[in-house]
């Protein structure tokens, strides 16, 4: 396992590397646009995960406009998610200060929340309003759990961030993310949860055999409360978990 997550590592600081002199030389081939920005970071996300052998695989229809949301296990989830689909993600202040991973995700135009600051909400919810009235094909990503559990349960869904989307009249698309081990590991194994330290389980996830992520998209709905919007699609993401509503179609093949 050591071995494997020593070499996965020097792949990933390759790749790292790779990402940020593409994103050099697309600005200095035209401006930085949001959408431009939001692409690279689908291309950067196929990349990194390569790097770190995850494998992923979707079912369902990615959504180009709107607003996502899914339940969150982990931070691979931001980069499953990422080489999905073009993404405007919304996520906590700290990860801005990561090393590598905050550079990424601030040059690819993440909004970022102070979860414990209400004026911080009230900013977020204006910048994610102007994501969603853009006319490009890049839907806005949260996760309205408000944190990383170990996939027993989805927590609650919070709703205030939602409210931007149901203010505007935006569709909303529920997500589902699990991770599967081979060999019937437990999913929890490779979940970030509780005070677990982002270098330790990185490494575990860089060591782990047979790992995969699967997205499930389900259908976009059009809500005009916050609250109803967000308990209708945390069911929506409980039974797409449970296997009871999941896509016909893979679109996306596993990562080899």
């Not at 204006?126 to 990503?141: G, H, S, T, Y």
């Amino acid at each position: 396992m050591s071995l494997r997550a020593a070499w996965r590592a020097v792949a990933l600081a390759i790749a790292l590397v790779i990402c940020v002199i593409r994103f050099w030389l697309m600005k200095l081939s035209g401006p930085m646009t949001l959408e431009r920005r939001a692409l690279w970071i689908q291309d950067a996300s196929r990349v990194i995960l390569k790097s770190m052998g995850v494998h992923y695989r979707l079912h369902g229809t990615p959504p180009r406009r709107g607003l996502v949301v899914a339940n969150h296990l982990s931070y691979v989830d931001v980069l499953v998610l990422g080489a999905a689909m073009p993404s405007f993600f919304v996520a906590k202040i700290e990860i801005g200060s990561w090393p590598f991973f905050g550079m990424t995700t601030r040059m690819g135009g993440t909004i970022f929340v102070d979860r414990g600051s209400l004026d911080s909400a009230k900013s977020v919810a204006e910048q994610m309003k102007e994501r969603l009235k853009l006319e490009i094909p890049v839907p806005v990503m949260l996760f309205p759990e408000g944190t990383s559990t170990d996939g027993r349960e989805v927590l609650r869904f919070h709703s205030r961030l939602i409210d931007p989307a149901t203010s505007l009249g935006a569709p909303i698309t529920a997500a589902a993310i699990r991770y599967v081990l081979e060999g019937g590991g437990e999913e929890r194994e490779l979940c970030w949860h509780d005070d677990m330290l982002f270098v330790t389980h990185l490494w575990k996830v860089l060591g782990t055999v047979g790992f995969s992520a699967e997205v499930t998209f389900g259908e976009p709905h059009v809500y005009t409360d916050r609250r109803e919007a967000a308990d209708a699609t945390h069911d929506e993401v409980v039974a797409m978990r449970a296997g009871t509503n999941r896509g016909a179609e893979d679109v996306v093949p596993v990562m080899r």
